[in-house]
């Protein structure tokens, strides 16, 4: 009993009700996940990408609108204007130049300003072997990286690629405080770090704000930089709460312990249609397509899947539209390829695959599978259209989706029978040694990102080569091959279109992927608050947090 | 009969009969739970749907029906399961004492000091494959019901080796011996039927006990896998759409709640059966 | 009395061993490896990094001879590097172990404190309305799932009344104590409505053996008052068989912390362990489920300790 009082004497002492956003100068941000390192190059995260890129800025961008843009530099160098230039490799092959002045006034945290010395210590940690940086490889193409003055920064590329200017993954480490933690011992480095020894340190920061706490597995502190050279922010301080469960984090902003749930990494679609329905009075709600495809790999090693009748019949008994139309109420568009239609690179001549039953059945047909036993087609041999239909367990509206697609099949005589497995199975095992039948699953890709890993003959993983490649399927077609080598090196726009719109023309007729639809970030915003704008891709709205402000 | 185990076997009934019988009921009243309809999801409940529908516009009351098949199936054979283990490991333990007994008890004991959660997440995340063994088919049932017996044995262990202790010193026992019975047929014939009632009560305990576990790891996607319904698998997808279908996180709750309430009532009025020590005169 | 203890502690230490062998196996029965998680959510890594990060990361080796290292570096007391969190693991560990510390310790001694007297208070009036209602309790708080009880009490007292903040931790700049203590009562209450129905079972139990007793009668009729008799030797016969549930509750409450953590976006030891073993992290993962087992080991060896203190007809060696 006397436990009872004492609660009841705390509850009286609280304030009752949520907390009231008088001043609004701090936002609370929620999203699903806990970046565990906060070091820029090592292991990538999507949410240590939201987060940091409130308190650092790489060199350039893709902006809302999906055109590179200049963040810690001057002017973006090209060709056309001579930032860029070609030059003669001494190996005799050709490689690209590319100059970069750093802004005048951008500074670290403690004032120190932003230098070319910066980007040789990022250059340095990337290519180093050993550093326990993700992707090296991209580090290692950059040949050398040479400091014209303080601020101007030369990159010598090893060839020449029309992406020669994009340097949105390229971030300056603090040369002062990093560049002898990291030549102390390179190989232990990434646990060294300032960044997640002292997080707190002002100096790690060259954006509108820095961190200034961090709460294992729970939060983190941002609080402004007074020496950030673009736009003051509005917000003194940002909290960025952790809640992994969508079901606590909608609890969360309703009760008003959170003012905004990040549309990158926040609520399902399902559950922001539903909130939609309820709390249109506090929010506006942005649905943005993202660079998310999902989509259905088919493993062609399989008999029935050799066929191309067979593949486009499966496309053909889909009535996709409907399914986006009655899960999603629209709001993730059905897919004709892996390129987004908001792509510069999209063909809109890329055939579509409508809802046909009779075509489907037809093609079946031809394809040999003419009898029906126990509702599944079956051929002269006997064998049944029957594969084994796998993506990640546990997620929600992907088991949905499995379960109107499975039953869609089932009319035109296809079995879909469901096996589902946990996300590090699917990867790691089933998909990388291509032990699936059709696995469905999404790809994230920055804007005009050539396809070489993932529809390339050379690239599909076999044991010879430790399982490395993500050309799933097992696709081989000489044309794709040609036309994405010369993708790699065609720099007239005119003409890559032209590659591009052929490329995804073979794509859309091969089949031998199932589009699905693009996946839609939602966006609950409360109303008073302005200033977010979603991109759509992988460059979350956090890169211009300092626009963000209330009404 | 009192008034408790009455409405534990009051709530038992329906719900045993219901999973035995699930598919000639959803033959009569016309639902096929695992029927998609997208134009009525979300419906709330209604004539034709006394319980609502869920995500995909599937009955619930039929997916509660077969979920109860699966859960109880589930959990029923992993109690079986944990309860001949741990029969076997306490009678040769209680019987045969000594050396056996102390190794066979210390493996008991490491068991017992696993933490059980996690270590059923690692062994539910293992590939059988690697293994040798099957993949699991179905939603895996038997796999789950595998590992969460993998739990459940040690404490059928410990009641009965208690019970063969004390049986081994009866007379009727080493008459037995002295007429030259081997072990075997003692275990068997002598020291097992009279240890019916531990072995009916701890397995009785364990099936509510299995129940919970298998709706944990069904909760955090690791055990039946859907399409199969089970009532751990339905309350996963109904957290994120809690305020606008709350009754699609209400029903699978309650039935769980129920049912292990009154399987533990029930092995508790067995337990007073078998021991009126307890009871007041 | 020392060399049952000691004797007990090198049955511990051997079951530990054998626990940590057979997780860091199981662990590795795992399908794919962290660097394949790395990969698959990352275009931009080639194969060759992925080569060059197993290698680094020390993937590529046999599973047996990675264990070796690592309980020589344990012997040592190197507990290794967190791979995911790039620091040691005891540094990653302490901040979630203490707020599951926290957590566990105020749910046990709320659901004792509420536990043993509604055990008592039914035990006492066998029979009666109390006892049933008591009862019908204690059945039903120990078949509550406990993430749906976690889900109901957000929805009720945070969403619909605005009692209570939804997660458990407030962020630094708020946390002042009744801040902290404000978030703690729903997790403690879903953790401590589970536990304390099954006290009040076994206290329930217990205590009514201890009523039936001749004694008992006795001192009842001498006049002594009820809550004497309640107070006095029924209490402590009837904290025997209580300790020993008492002690191997606590080891599970780590467990079932799990899902209430995952709820309550309560950054403690469950959440840390699914993270991870889901992310492979070998380490950490081994040096969270030791903790766990060795708190499970320590509560076992305290309940049999209270056991014999206790009761003192039964000496030292248990009766199991």
Known sequence: MRAFAALALLLGLMQAGPAATQARDTLTIGITQFPSTLHPMIDSMAAKSYVLHMARRPLTTWDKDWKLVCLMCVDLPTFENGGARRVTLPDGREGAEVTFRIHPDAKWGDGRPVTAADAILAWDVGRHPRSGVASGEAYRRILNVEARDAKTVVFTNERVTFSYNDFSQFEFLPDHVERARFEADPETYRRRTAFDTEPGNPALANGPYRVTQVQPGAAIVLEQNPHWHGAKPHFRRIVVRVIENTAALEANLLSGSIDYVAGELGFTLDQALALEKRQAARFDFVYVPSLLYEHIDLNLDLAALKDVRVRRALLHALDREALVRQLFEGKQPVARSFVNPRDASFSPDTPAYAFDLPRAQALLVEAGYDRVVDSVRQNAAGERLSFDFGTTAGNRIRETVQQVLQSQWRRAGIEARIRNEPARVFFGESLRQRRFQMAMYAWFSAPESVPRTTLHSESIPTEANGWAGQNQPGIRNADMDAAIDALERELDPGRRKAIWARVQRIYAEEAWVLPLYYRSDPFAIPKWLAGIEPTGHQYYSTLRVEHWRPR | ?281 | ?320
């Open chain 3, 1 to 320: 009395m020392i060399r049952y203890a000691g004797a007990r502690a090198f049955q511990g230490l051997v079951v530990l061993l054998a626990a940590s062998f057979a997780i860091y196996m199981l662990l590795g029965l795992m399908p794919g490896d962290p660097v394949d998680l790395m990969a698959s959510g990352n275009p931009d890594i080639t194969p060759d990094d992925v080569r060059r990060l197993r290698e680094l990361h020390g993937l590529d080796r046999p599973l047996a001879a990675r264990y070796a290292d690592w309980l020589v570096a344990l012997l040592q007391g190197d507990l290794g590097y967190s791979r995911i969190f790039n620091k040691p693991v005891l540094a990653t560990v302490a901040p979630y172990l203490a707020n599951t510390a926290a957590l566990m310790l105020v749910a046990f001694a709320l659901a004792l404190a509420v536990g043993l007297p509604l055990g008592l208070a039914a035990a006492s009036r066998r029979g009666g309305f109390l006892d049933g209602a008591i009862n019908g309790f204690a059945f039903l708080s120990a078949a509550t799932p406990t993430f749906w009880l976690a889900l109901l009490l957000i929805v009720v007292f945070a969403v619909v009344l605005g009692w209570l903040p939804a997660s458990a931790l407030p962020p630094p700049g708020e946390d002042g104590l009744a801040a902290r203590a404000a978030g703690l009562i729903l997790p403690v209450a879903t953790l401590a409505t589970v536990s304390a129905g099954e006290y009040a079972r076994h206290m329930r139990a217990a205590a009514s053996e201890a009523l039936a007793q001749d004694w008992v009668r006795t001192a009842r009729a001498k006049g002594a008052s009820e809550f004497r008799v309640l107070s006095g030797h029924v209490l402590r016969n009837a904290l025997v068989p209580v300790a020993t549930v008492a002690a191997l509750g606590f080891g599970s409450l780590f467990s079932g912390a799990l899902v209430t953590e995952t709820v309550f976006a309560y950054p403690g030891m469950g959440k840390l362990i699914y993270d991870a073993i889901m992310g492979s992290d070998f380490n950490l993962a081994l040096a969270c489920l030791l903790a766990a087992s060795t708190l499970v080991i320590v509560a076992n060896f305290a309940a049999d300790m209270v056991y014999a203190v206790l009761d003192p007809r039964i000496g030292f060696g248990g009766a199991r």
């Open chain 2, 1 to 281: 009969m009192n008034l408790r185990l009455a409405l534990a076997l009051a709530i038992l009934g329906p719900v045993a009969l219901a999973a035995l019988l699930a598919p000639q009921i959803a033959d009569l009243v016309g639902h096929d739970p695992a029927a998609v309809d997208l134009m009525q999801r979300y419906a709330p409940p209604s004539a034709a749907h006394p319980l609502g529908t869920d995500e995909l516009g599937r009955d619930v009351l039929m997916r509660l029906v077969f979920g109860a098949r699966v859960s109880l199936a589930v959990g029923l054979a992993a109690a079986l399961a944990a309860a001949a283990i741990g029969t076997a490991i306490g009678l040769v333990s209680g019987y045969f004492g000594g050396r056996t007994d102390a190794v066979l008890m210390r493996v008991t004991d490491a068991v017992l000091s696993l933490p059980v959660l996690p270590v059923l997440i690692v062994l539910a995340a293992v590939d059988p494959a690697k293994l040798g063994l099957p993949a699991g088919d179905g939603g895996g049932l038997a796999r789950i019901a595998a590992i969460v017996a993998a739990f459940g044995w040690p404490t059928v262990a410990r009641l009965v080796r208690a019970a063969t202790l004390a049986l081994r010193a009866r007379d009727f026992v080493r008459a037995a011996g002295a007429l030259g019975a081997g072990p075997l047929r003692i275990m068997a014939v002598h020291i097992l039927p009279n240890c019916t009632a531990p072995i009916l009560v701890a397995t009785a305990l364990a099936v509510g006990g299995t129940i919970l576990f298998e709706s944990v790891l069904s909760f955090l996607g690791l055990g039946i896998q859907p399409p199969v319904p089970s009532w751990g698998n339905m309350l996963t997808g109904a957290q994120e759409t809690i305020w606008q279908a709350p009754w699609l996180a209400l029903w699978p709750g309650l039935a769980i709640l129920a049912t292990v309430a009154s399987i533990n009532l029930v092995a508790d009025a067995l337990q007073e059966r078998a021991d009126p020590r307890l009871t007041r005169r």
